[in-house]
């Protein structure tokens, strides 16, 4: 069976939209939650894809996010491995801090609704052909400059990059394809979460395009799905059960 492991980053946000797509092309996804104290994993072995959530503060901010070290080696061993990885909000910031770029911690909250527009290098890609055009939500927390040679596929209104593919198989998402509006009320209600001033507004303007949101999902997912050949499982290790005989 495919199975991907998902890093969640707070209780707030996890796959959201994109569970109920991918349990219909039954690929199943493992939880792992760095959050409440979990050991992030360190090999790919058992899985067929690495997927990294969103988050609630930047990515340099390591006293409140101490695993960030512990992820990006695994961003490099999936890649190696030639495993798919997709980062969306903070994870997207991962991939590009995995590939040298510059983390910085303003603005706190990069939370907007804008017009995606695919770049030049974007001109091919799925991914970026699947959003052109439409108005998503972007969320996230500080920023990353791209390393130099970096091109992104997708940007915002003003030019900022929100989505790259640095190779094939990986690609980090600002946009937010994944979130439903009770997952934005959630984020409000999460004990000690800081969120934006305009999260009422964010709110508001997500669940008046919930239906076009639904079908911008859908056409990230079949980008995700074929540009990064998702739906192929990969090799993996068996696992053995030892039993362990007394006299």
């Known amino acids: 069976m495919i199975r991907f492991v998902v890093i969640q980053h707070t209780y707030a946000e996890f796959l959201g939209t994109f569970e109920a797509q991918l349990e219909a092309r039954d690929i199943g996804f493992t939880y792992v939650r760095p959050v409440t104290g979990q050991d992030v994993i360190g090999s790919a072995l058992q899985y067929d894809a690495l997927w990294m959530l969103g988050g609630s503060y930047p990515v340099d901010d390591r006293e409140h996010c101490p695993w960030v070290d512990d992820e990006l080696r695994l961003v490099t061993i999936f890649q190696k491995a030639r495993r798919p990885v997709v980062g969306i909000g903070f994870g997207a910031h991962l991939v ?42 972007v969320m996230a927390n500080g920023r990353v400059e791209l390393p130099a040679g970096m091109a992104p596929i997708v940007v915002d209104d003003e030019g900022r990059w929100i989505a790259i593919r640095p190779d094939p198989l990986t690609v980090g998402m600002l946009f937010r394809s994944e979130l439903k509006p009770g997952m934005i009320e959630d984020m409000v209600m999460e004990e000690d979460r800081p969120v934006p001033d305009s999260i009422g507004e964010l709110l508001e303007e997500a669940r008046a395009r919930w239906g076009e949101l639904q079908e911008t999902a859908d056409r990230v997912m079949v980008a995700l799905v074929s540009s990064l050949d998702l739906m192929h499982e990969r090799r993996k290790m068996p696992v053995f059960s030892m039993t362990v005989k007394r006299d």
């Open 96 to 137: 590009a801090l995995s590939r040298g770029g510059t983390p910085r911690g303003e603005p706190f909250h990069d939370a907007y609704w804008t017009t995606a527009h695919a770049t030049a290098g974007g001109r091919s890609d799925p991914l970026a052909q699947a959003v052109d055009g439409r108005r998503v939500l």
